[in-house]
């Protein structure tokens, strides 16, 4: 229990620090406390055997790998004045109620100290030590604080402070990532509420505590700070006595209210200062008048001005005297008092594996792998802090080798393999492993084990070297899908095909390694939709291979028209039967027996300027041969337009118009079509670049 809205008091003064700042220090624990908490614990309440025994193990597995020494204070015999408070606590945990209180009071602990003798060979197989106390056990680990034997107390009981405790921890946590614990320091709660330790034991008999659970009746905790800042340097048990010794005076001289005159205002009526005088005013016979601020200096003035300047501590004054346990000596001496006598220094021995095996299958149910498994950090941390502070023992575990650099927690760590200890068992199917591995802290372990860490050092750095000498493999680049093209192009060189004018000897072509027919299918130009838009709205080709086909095509002795026309009448039977009708006979045996290969020419337009995207169109430039009589230039008839699709043609309007001005449709079209025509003479590449730019 401890004093009541203590804690509430002292907030002011806590102070949250990280759990890791007590590293380095020895601190005891009242074992009592962890033991309660334990079974309060909703997780593991019905599904854990021995809830105290599983949380004393992790939490003194955890505070020591943080370099907290501890120091466990088992209970003692209880003060007999704790008899009403245990007996309360003993219906409210076991359900057994007393129907009378018993002549002799009974404060023995028996079931809870059977609890506390199991804590105890737990930590005597951990190798942690522990004492036991006279009385309470936080008095005990006050009286080790104030003696400086501790650096602190852990404990949850305000009435450390009572019994001289100098630094309390409480409320700490152990499952966050930045675990924090409150820290109360006596100094500040002297030197900044005022509160020394008189002062607080008074406190706690006034709220109630331990040996007096309902304190003084009709007191509160405002009405007792309010009576504090007016001790003016007094402690509340300095006034106890006050109020003591006050309180036997009254008893002897009863003050009591007399008559006063309304002149002087004087013990005395008026009448009878009239006739004797007033001893106050020195008179024989009548009276002085004086002031209305002036003060009777009678007994029951003294005591009535008292009694209004300090009402807060008339009030507590009157409901202390009123309590049966006042003045409360036994509770003070309890508290002032210590009972317990000096210890010799502590002994901390190494983990028992053995032992802790046996213990945790008996009362925990825990097998022996999983017992082993969770001891070896203890193991090794214990054999790293002796190594460091130079002990002389014999060694438990054995390191073999850094086995890697690891993080755990932004704290840089080795992976340590070690030699398999005496006594370990590993899960089944792993039985025949001979090492162990666990994470070390490298500034620990290098303090420790220096030479193993020179030996990991030169490994690694060797490591390095080799690596830096190893050449690397080059990574071949992608092939360039424009090598192929740019080799094509440079292997070649284009022939213009143009209208041969008369009178001028027409050169023969030069040898090149690839024909003008093998250029034209390696182009892909048939595939092409002249037609679209843009050249992303062609339609998909069909993948080619990975090897380049430069055989030359056949029937290269054709021209390049010719082999277009004969092309797209293989394409389409229709088709060639239009091209059959429309063009003469001398070009139709020359066009039947070539095989184009360049695309179909753009559709003629209609007067509107539209085209009709159901047929398929294909217009005829002028043949370059001189067979071709139509396209001489002596010859002035209109050059027919030849219209191809894949249904028969149907008579329409504008076609009407188109023949009777041939002239100027033709002369419209060819002036559109002059540059990117087949009798342009201008290059092929520089024609198709034209192309595909419109």
Known sequence: MGVSELWSILDPVRQSVPLYSLSGKTLAVDLSLWVCEAQH????????????????????????????KLVFVMEGDAPSIKAETMSKRSEMRYGQAKAKPTAVKNTSRGRFKAVLRECAEMLDCLGVPWVTAAGEAEAMCAYLDSKGA??????????????????????????TKDPQVDCYETSRVGAELGLSRDTLVGLAILLGCDYIPKGVAGVGKEQTLKLIQNLK???????????????????????????????????????????????????????????????????????????????????????????EQFPFTEIISEFLEPKDRAVQPFRRRKPNLLLLQTFALEKMDWPKHYSSEKLLVLMTYTEL??????????????PIRIHKARVRNGVSCFEVVWKKPDHYVFTEGCEEQT????????????????????????????????????????????????DAVSDLFAQMSLQTDTDPDPGVTQNPPSQNPLSESALIGQLHLSSI?????????????????????????????????????????????????????????NTQTKTSSKNPLRPAARPLKSVSGHRNPS??????????????????????????????????????PTSVKAAETPEKESGTQEEDDSDTSLDSPRPLAERLKMRFGK
């Open 615 to 652: 047929e398929s169109v294909c217009k005829t430039s002028p043949v370059s041969d001189d067979s071709d009589a139509e396209n001489r230039p002596g010859s002035h008839k209109p050059r027919n337009t030849v219209r191809v699709t894949s249904k028969p043609p149907k008579p329409a």
């Open 435 to 482: 090492e162990v591995h666990t994470l070390e802290e490298e500034s620990l372990f290098s303090l420790a084990f220096p030479e193993i860490l020179q030996d990991f050092q030169r490994d690694r750095a060797l490591a390095l070297d080799n690596k830096k000498r190893k050449p690397r493999a080059r990574k071949e680049k992608p092939a360039d899908s424009h």
């Open 150 to 175: 501790v650096d602190g107390c852990i404990t949850n009981d305000g009435d450390a402070f009572l019994y001289g405790a100098r630094t309390v921890y409480r409320n700490f946590n152990m499952t």
């Open 233 to 323: 340097g007094k402690s509340l048990l300095q006034k106890f006595t006050e109020w003591d010794a006050d309180r036997s005076e009254r008893s002897e001289v009863a003050v009591k209210k007399v008559t006063h005159c309304l002149v002087c205002r004087h013990p005395g009526s008026a009448k009878a200062h009239e006739r004797s005088g007033c001893v106050f005013c020195e008179s024989e016979r009548f009276c002085s008048p004086q002031d209305y601020d002036s003060q009777c200096p009678c007994e029951w003035h003294r005591t009535e001005h008292t009694r209004h300047t300090s009402s807060v501590e008339a009030s507590i004054k009157k409901k202390t005297l009123a309590c």
């Open 41 to 68: 614990v909703q997780g593991m309440m019905g599904r854990v055997t021995k809830p105290h025994l599983r949380n004393l193990f992790f939490r003194v597995s955890s505070l020591t790998l943080m370099g907290v």
């Open 385 to 398: 802090m002796n190594r460091k502070h130079g002990r002389d023992s014999q060694p438990q575990i054995q």
């Open 529 to 585: 939709d002249w037609d679209s838009s843009s050249f992303t709205a062609s339609p998909s080709q069909k993948p080619q291979s990975d090897r380049t086909d430069l055989r030359p095509a056949e029937n290269t002795s054709c021209s390049l028209k010719e082999r277009i026309l004969q092309k797209q009448q293989l394409k389409s039977p229709e088709s060639e039967e239009a091209l059959c009708r429309s063009l003469p006979t």
